[in-house]
Nanobody
Framework: QVQLVESGGGSVQAGGSLRLSCAAS????????MAWHRQVPGKQRDLVAT???????NYAASVKGRFTISRDNAKNTVYLQMNSLKVEDTAVYYC????????????WGQGTQVTVSS
């Protein structure tokens, strides 16, 4: 069994920063790509950023230059550093990982709320 547990969400004023963490645990052989998504109630879940095992990254246009995704393979953890936060960044943030345990599968965290006020 594999679990992804997120932490670091909360409330912040516009212009502030937050750092999200997501740790994977369980019967993990290896972790391939990891990612962060976000969802606002009533809307679809959108991809925010991805990172490969080789640290190649990709970002949604709306967060490029403000958010940074990184990972620590020794800790099976992915991070999302969010700077210059805007009100429109308010959402539930979910981490996602493609994990071999031992067969490849797609796992999701439970989500963490990020609220940015003006």
């Amino acid at each position: 069994q594999v679990q992804l547990v997120e932490s670091g969400g909360g409330s912040v004023q516009a212009g502030g920063s937050l750092r999200l963490s997501c740790a994977a645990s369980g019967s993990i052989v290896s972790i391939n790509a990891m990612a962060w998504h976000r969802q606002v109630p009533g809307k679809q879940r959108d991809l925010v950023a991805t990172i490969t095992r080789e640290d190649r990254t990709n970002y949604a246009a709306s967060v490029k230059g403000r958010f940074t995704i990184s990972r620590d393979n020794a800790k099976n953890t992915v991070y999302l550093q969010m700077n210059s936060l805007k009100v429109e960044d308010t959402a539930v943030y979910y981490c996602n990982a493609h994990i071999n345990s031992p067969w490849p599968n797609d796992y999701w965290g439970q989500g963490t709320q990020v609220t940015v006020s003006s």
